[in-house]
Structures are given as structure tokens and as C-alpha cells.
């Protein structure tokens, strides 16, 4: 910055002094040729006057020394007008420079025809200021006269017969004109001097603006602007250098990635500067609990990571994961809310998971979401929660093989559910992959990875086709049972849904009543435009619609409203906590209540005790779907339950 200020100094000093230059010349220039003038006329007048008496064309045109008694004649003139050769000095010359008369001793018989005597033969007067050296006179004088050229014009204007010369050298004169030019140049110095010295001050604070604004944009560049964490970048970098520190040292890096849990839910109901706040205290607490060493970085929206600087090992990992933990569960009042802050955190090691900075942040994200996924609230990089893990693409394969080579590995199991009287309406089919090294495989082992991969529209074809093909032999068979299927986020992306439904249920011959799909929040939230749209289209060809694991999600009412579901499937962690909470009783009895306003059916999943259903039933609930009745059994058997049901609840209807 003081580098900065300099070169602009010099910067703007350089124009200021080029100005000062050119003002001066220009009016040094005109001052001298006024007064010269001024004095050259004044001169010229008096000469002339002497001149054209006392001079005789003869005497010009021999081009020879004035004879003695002439000469004295002439010096006698000048001297009673004051004329002294001390001071001025006066000299005649014939066109060709013979001079024919000088007022001093010593003077030279011939001058060159110069420039002023060459104009002077033309008739014109010329006064300047001279130097001794091109005085034609002045050969011996210090200073600088002013030497006027004046014509002799004997025989009246028609010819000039010799040019005069007078050289005055009034030391007073001369004294004034460079007083004048001296006092001019002093004015405008100090003038333009102070100029500039006014400019300094406006400069320097220019300056160190500047800088403050270059620091500022540094640091914004590098840091997180509500909560000056460092940011995504400065935290690669912190990486990279603790990866290379590492490496020298022997030592690990741990990084946590951390996510907060619903936070988008403080956001939308507690609004954005509520959200901010929250993130702020986060922030804070992740500095708190974390040593002056280690990097504490905010991601973007709410996640976080942790650069830890060398730890020891796991066991010291796991005590900052604790200490993290607390500190984040410490409970938090925000606008008189208070609120607790629940995270998932994703842990990579160097060089144990990774062996670059961009790896360990790819596989710590890879771990949070594993957490996510567990519902712990930390989890440590495994290659098996990986999809692009050696295992994972393996299985990957796998799934591909298992759903275009094959047709025996995906099967699908059904769980019942039964209205307020005991029938059962529908069969909801939930997927599974009989794998054959891994044995059977539950949905989350591979769901997840079939909508990574892109298989996940081979998969729910695949269980649209065995659910409605078994539909329809339940309808062969007098069971009088719909089916419901489980769509995912992708399948509602996709335009060519609709018509894969219709084509499915015609090939089976089902009637599009009997088939329910189930689609989450989530799911409709990732691209809520088509999925709206998809939806009212699959209604609209008869199929019924229902929002699963309804409260798990965000925003619940609005999606309520728009997708207009036929019915909702209350997630079965509320009921689950009804028989404990009341809270979770009356949130369940609000959405049975909103839900019936609204001409929507409830369904309450994962009912597993009879006390749950009386309560359910209480409340007005219209299904059931639980351990309670069944497990979800694999077709044969779920036939088999389905028969034995319908008799007993026949029976008991009959003996009612
Ligand atoms: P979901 O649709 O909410 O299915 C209910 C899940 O709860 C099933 O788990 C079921 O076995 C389990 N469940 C049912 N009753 C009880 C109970 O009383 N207690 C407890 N603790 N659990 C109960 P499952 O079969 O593991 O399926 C898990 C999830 O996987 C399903 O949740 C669904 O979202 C998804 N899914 C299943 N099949 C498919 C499919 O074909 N396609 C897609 N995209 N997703 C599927
Ligand atoms: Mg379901
Ligand atoms: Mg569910």
C-alpha cells in the first residue's frame, strides 16, 4: 500500500510539474517580448530620430568608417541625448555589415549580416534580448542585452540605406523582467506545490480504502459471510496442507462432515434470520469444541467440516465426536424458541479411507450419509456404505444382472392392510432381492443403489409387473384385495410413467382401482413440478395415490394440498410414540382429523400391539398396516394368510 501511495505521488506529481513548466515558459516567453518590445520601441525612437539626421546616404554607401570630424559630431548627439556607450551602445552598418560608425573604442570594422539586420534592410524594427555571446555589440558585456535593429531610410521609405544597431544594456531593466519572470515562476510553484500537497491526503485515504477493501474481498473469498468460518476452499486447502503434513509426520487427518438434522424445518417455520442464527451458534459451538489447531468450515446451507489436525487416533476422534455431539445438543433459545440441534457427521481418516484431501471430503460425505441413512448421529467411512466402494459397484453389477438376465432374484413380499372392519383392502408389495451370495436382502441394501445407478425404473417395473400379475390372481381367486406399490423419487421424474402403469395393468387385465402407488414427501419434493403432474395424470386413469411415511418429511401440509393423495400413510414412528406421548397422540389425531376434512383416507403403518389399533381406532384411523396383522410374507404364503383371514373375518361378520 505504501507502494501504492508513492506511485501515485509520483504519478500525479509528474503532470503538476510538466504544467508548471509549460505555464512558466509560456509566460516568461511573453513577459520578456512585451518588455523587450516595449524597450526596443523606446529606443528605436530616440536612434531614429538622431540617426536620419546625422547620417548621409554617401557615407553608407562608401561602407567606410565615418571621417573624424563626423564621427565626433555623432558622439556628441548621443551623449546630450544620454546616450552612453556604457549603457548603450550604438553601431551602424552598411548593407553588406561594414561598419560605418560605433559609439565605443574598440568596436569591430565588419558584423555579420544577421537575421535581425537582414529584416531590418526589409524595413522592419526588431528588439530582443540577447546573449553577450550573439550580441553584435555586446562582445565584452556580462548580461543580456536587448538589441534593437533599426533601418536608415535616408532618402525617405523608398530604400534603406544601413541598418542601426542598439545594444542596451540597462542592468535595471533587465533586472526587472527576470524579477517578474522570477516572482511569476515562485507563484506558480507554490500554487501547484500546495495543489499537490492537497492531493496527498485525499490520496492516502484512497489508498488505504483500497487496501481495506482488498483485505476485505480476500477474506470474503476465503470465509463463509455469516459465520466467518473458513469456506469450502480455504478448508481444500487446509486439507491439502494437512494431507502433506501428514505424510511428513507419519500422522493421520480426520475429517468430519456434519450435517445438521431438520434444519430446513427451523427455516421454514421459524423463518430464515431464525436459521441464520441457529447457524451462527452452531458454528460456534463447533469452535468451542474443537482445538485452536483444527479447521472448523462451513460447507454451505447447514453443513459443516472439521479438519482434525493430527489426532492420535480413533479413540481421540471419537472424544471430539462426543464433545461435538454435547456441545451441539446443549439446548439453544432462539426468538424464545428453544430448540435442540441434532447432527449427522460423516468420519474419513487419512490416510486410512483416502489418500487425497478431495477423497477423504468425498468419502467423509459418503459417511454422512450412512449416518443419515442409520439414524446414528456419526458414522465412520466404510467401504460398504459406498456406491462407487469396490463392493458397492460389485453389487451394482449385480442388481443389473439381477433384473435384466434373470427373473427369479427380485421377488416381492406382501403386507396387509385392513380397514376399521377387519377386511383387508389392499397388499402393499414391498421389494426383495433374493441374492445369491448374500442371501436375502431387505430393500435399504439395495433400493438406495438402484436409484444411484439408474436401475431404479427396472426395478419398479419389476414390481409393478409381479404385484399386479398377482393382483389379478388374487382376483381369480375370489380375494377380493387391491395392491399397492412403492414408486421412488426418480420414477416420478420420469413422463413415461403414466403409460407404463396403463400398460402393465392392461396386460394383466387388472382394473386400475385395485392398484394403489405410494410416493413419499421426499420424493415429491425433489421435483415437485412433474411429480404433481404425474400424479394427477396416474389419477386421473383410475389408480389411487398415497403419501407415505406421511410426517417424516417437510412442508407436510402444503404437499397435502397440492398432491391431493387419496390417501395418507402415517409414518410409523408416530405410532409407535402415541402410547407414550401425548404430543405424538395428538399429532396423530390432528392428521386423522385434517386428513378426513380433507376427504383423504389414513392409513397408520407399523402397527404392531393391539392397544396401538384400539387407540388407532379411537381416533377414527381407517387402516391398519402391521406386525400386528402380518409380516410381509412372500406371495404363496401371503395367499395362503390372505384365504384364512378373509374365513375368519366372514365368520365373525356372519356371527354378528
Ligand atoms: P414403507 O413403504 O413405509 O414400507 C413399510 C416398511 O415398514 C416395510 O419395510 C415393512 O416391512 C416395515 N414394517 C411394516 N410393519 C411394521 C411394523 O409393525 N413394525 C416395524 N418395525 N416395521 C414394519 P421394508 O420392507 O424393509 O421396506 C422399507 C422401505 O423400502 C419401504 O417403506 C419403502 O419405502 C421401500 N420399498 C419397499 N419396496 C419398494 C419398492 O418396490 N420400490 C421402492 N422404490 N421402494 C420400496
Ligand atoms: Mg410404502
Ligand atoms: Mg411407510
Redesign the pocket.
Known amino acids: 500500500v505504501r507502494r501504492l501511495f508513492l506511485t501515485f505521488a509520483i504519478a500525479t506529481l509528474v503532470p503538476v510539474v510538466a504544467l508548471g513548466w509549460i505555464v512558466s515558459t509560456a509566460t516568461r516567453g511573453s513577459i520578456e517580448e512585451r518588455s523587450v518590445e516595449l524597450y526596443g520601441n523606446t529606443t528605436s525612437t530616440l536612434v531614429r530620430l538622431a540617426g536620419s539626421s546625422l547620417f548621409r546616404p554617401e557615407d553608407l554607401a562608401a561602407g567606410r568608417p565615418l571621417a573624424e570630424p563626423q564621427q565626433a559630431i555623432v558622439d556628441g548627439f548621443l551623449e546630450a541625448l544620454e546616450i552612453e556607450p556604457t549603457t548603450v551602445r550604438v553601431l551602424v552598418t552598411d548593407p553588406r555589415g561594414n561598419v560605418v560608425y560605433a559609439n565605443w573604442r574598440g568596436h569591430p570594422a565588419r558584423v555579420p549580416v544577421t537575421d535581425a539586420i537582414r529584416a531590418a534592410l526589409l524595413g522592419e524594427t526588431t528588439s530582443d534580448l540577447v546573449t553577450a555571446g550573439e550580441s553584435l555589440n555586446g562582445r565584452g558585456w556580462r548580461g543580456t542585452p536587448v538589441e534593437t535593429a533599426i533601418p536608415l531610410a535616408l532618402a525617405g521609405e523608398a530604400s534603406v540605406d544601413g541598418v542601426l544597431v542598439a545594444s542596451g544594456l540597462d542592468n535595471e531593466f533587465v533586472d526587472q523582467v527576470h524579477d517578474d519572470v522570477r516572482r511569476l515562476r515562485l507563484i506558480l510553484a507554490g500554487g501547484l506545490g500546495a495543489l499537490w500537497l492537497l492531493l496527498l491526503p485525499i490520496l492516502a485515504s484512497v489508498s488505504k480504502r483500497l487496501r481495506r477493501e482488498v483485505q476485505r474481498n480476500e477474506h470474503l473469498a476465503h470465509h463463509d459471510a455469516l459465520t466467518s468460518l473458513p469456506n469450502r476452499q480455504l478448508l481444500e486447502e487446509r486439507l491439502v496442507e494437512a494431507v502433506a503434513r501428514a505424510d511428513r509426520d507419519d500422522g493421520l487427518v480426520g475429517l468430519l462432515l456434519l450435517d445438521l438434522d431438520r434444519f430446513k424445518e427451523v427455516n421454514d417455520t421459524l423463518g430464515h434470520r431464525a436459521g441464520d442464527r441457529l447457524l451462527v451458534h452452531v458454528a460456534q459451538r463447533l469452535r468451542e469444541s474443537t482445538r485452536a489447531a483444527d479447521t472448523v468450515a462451513r460447507l454451505g446451507g447447514d453443513e459443516f467440516a472439521v479438519v482434525l489436525a493430527d489426532p492420535e487416533g480413533e479413540p481421540e476422534i471419537r472424544a471430539v465426536l462426543e464433545r461435538v455431539l454435547q456441545a451441539l445438543r446443549r439446548p439453544l433459545t432462539i426468538d424464545g424458541i428453544e430448540l435442540t440441534v441434532d447432527a449427522s457427521i460423516g468420519v474419513a481418516v487419512y490416510p486410512v479411507d483416502a489418500t487425497t484431501g478431495d477423497g477423504l471430503l468425498q468419502h467423509a460425505d459418503v459417511a454422512m450419509y450412512a449416518a443419515k441413512a442409520s439414524d446414528a448421529p456419526f458414522a465412520f467411512y466404510a467401504a460398504e456404505h459406498d456406491p462407487h466402494s469396490p463392493s458397492r459397484l460389485g453389487l451394482t453389477a449385480d442388481l443389473r444382472r439381477a433384473l435384466t438376465e434373470v427373473d427369479d432374484e427380485i421377488v ?2 406382501f ?1 396387509p392392510v385392513a380397514g376399521s372392519d377387519g377386511r383387508i383392502t389392499t397388499m ?5 432381492w433374493q441374492h445369491p451370495a448374500r442371501g436375502l436382502l ?3 441394501a439395495f ?1 438406495p443403489l ?2 444411484q445407478s439408474g436401475a ?1 425404473h427396472l ?2 417395473a419389476r ?2 409387473d409381479l ?1 399386479v400379475a398377482q393382483a389379478r390372481r388374487w382376483a381369480d381367486a375370489s380375494l377380493d384385495v387391491g395392491v ?5 423419487a426418480r ?1 416420478l421424474r420420469d413422463d413415461s410413467l403414466v403409460d407404463r402403469v396403463g400398460s402393465v395393468l392392461h396386460h394383466h387385465g387388472v382394473d386400475p382401482s385395485r392398484l394403489e402407488l ?1 410416493v ?1 414427501e421426499t420424493a415429491v419434493l425433489a421435483a415437485p413440478d412433474t411429480a404433481l403432474r404425474l400424479a394427477e395424470q396416474l389419477r386421473a386413469t383410475g389408480v389411487s395415490m398415497a403419501l ?2 406421511f410426517g417424516t418429511g417437510y412442508s407436510s401440509l402444503t404437499n397435502l394440498k397440492r398432491l391431493c393423495p387419496d390417501r395418507i ?1 402415517i ?2 414412528g408416530f ?2 410414540a402415541m402410547s407414550d406421548s401425548a404430543t405424538d397422540l395428538a399429532i396423530v389425531r390432528a392428521v386423522v382429523d385434517l386428513a378426513h376434512r380433507l376427504e383423504i383416507g389414513v392409513t397408520a ?4 400391539t393391539q392397544d396401538q389399533r384400539d387407540r388407532l381406532e379411537a381416533l377414527g384411523c381407517d387402516q391398519v ?4 396383522l402380518s ?2 410374507l412372500p406371495a404363496a404364503e401371503a395367499t395362503a394368510w390372505l384365504a384364512r383371514w378373509h374365513a375368519r373375518v366372514e365368520m365373525a361378520h356372519r356371527g354378528e
Open positions: 416381492v413380499h403386507q402393499e408389495a414391498l421389494v426383495r431387505a430393500p435399504d433400493v438402484a436409484e431404479i426395478l419398479t414390481v409393478l404385484a399397492a406399490v412403492n414408486l421412488s420414477d405410494e413419499t407415505d411415511d400413510k409414518d410409523r405410532v409407535a403403518e407399523g402397527v404392531e398396516q402391521g406386525y400386528l409380516r410381509p
